[in-house]
């Protein structure tokens, strides 16, 4: 297959003063939005280039090449500019929400923050943020972040498996957590009593990483972390580890 390189580019006016950018790609062929972005430079234009075809098979580049064959260019659109990183993933990772719901987006991952921030019906707002604060956790937990792997309507059985396996864990400290927490967008929506000589080894694409089998806490353990919301001493905003440890 050939592909046709695309030589735009800013100039350097340009680029030193629209700063970072939210952009988005749009295919000519029936003006949906299939990529939305963010970056400074060049950024926007480097789908479309050709640089990335031989390190990535993607949605996004089967589209590119649909469309430079069918006789038509990639369209790009700047959103907003003179933005700062922070301000740039905000406004990214809300338009990947935004668009995603009826669109066509071929973003492989979704916006900065949207695994704790993101997209969520006011039914699940009043329900996760009008949960009774946890102030204070006196047990030796593992609190594990499940917002990538979590899905509406769960069952016990397939909440319990994305909660038990596979994680980066100190290996260090296997012998003193007693329970697991698991947790959606700070809110506990499990608690778990871990066996402590079952913690076993496998391996993954990125490396090792272990798993766990348990069962769930009793009553006096549960009753005291479950549907408990976690304030930001123990769920900092923006943490990127979806492992945290108490008293372990």
């Known amino acids: 297959m050939n592909y046709e390189l695309s030589n735009r580019r800013f100039s350097n006016n340009v680029i030193e003063r629209i700063g970072y950018y939210v952009y988005f790609l749009e295919d000519p062929r029936d003006k949906t939005v299939f990529y939305v972005g963010k970056g400074k430079g060049n950024r926007v234009f480097s789908h479309a280039s050709g640089r990335l075809v031989k390190y990535e098979e993607s ?6 090449n649909e469309i430079i064959e069918s006789g038509n260019q990639v369209q790009y659109f700047i959103l907003r500019h003179g933005l700062n990183e922070e301000q740039a993933y905000e406004i990214e990772a809300a338009l990947i929400d935004f668009i995603s719901i009826k669109g066509k987006l071929t973003n492989i991952h979704s916006g900065h923050h949207s695994s704790d921030r993101g997209l969520m019906n006011v039914d699940q707002i009043e329900q996760i943020y009008g949960l009774e604060e946890l102030e204070e956790i ?4 593992i609190i594990i972040n499940i ?8 069952t016990a059985q397939e909440l ?3 909660t038990r396996s596979a994680w980066r864990i100190d290996k260090r400290r296997h012998s003193k957590i007693q329970y697991a927490l698991s947790v959606y967008r700070r809110a506990v929506l499990e608690v778990y009593q871990i066996d402590k000589d079952s913690w076993s080894s496998i391996k993954v694409e990125k490396g090792k990483r272990w798993e766990f089998t348990a069962k769930v806490a009793k009553p006096d353990i549960r009753n ?3 549907n408990r919301f976690l304030n930001e001493k123990f769920a900092p905003k923006g943490a ?4 945290r440890y108490q008293n372990c």
């Open 138 to 141: 006196d047990d030796s937990v």
């Open 224 to 226: 005291k972390y479950k």
């Open 240 to 243: 990127r580890n979806p492992i």
């Open 160 to 162: 319990y498996d994305a």
């Open 147 to 154: 917002n990538k792997l979590y899905k509406g309507n769960m």
């Open 59 to 64: 949605d996004k580049i089967q589209v590119i």
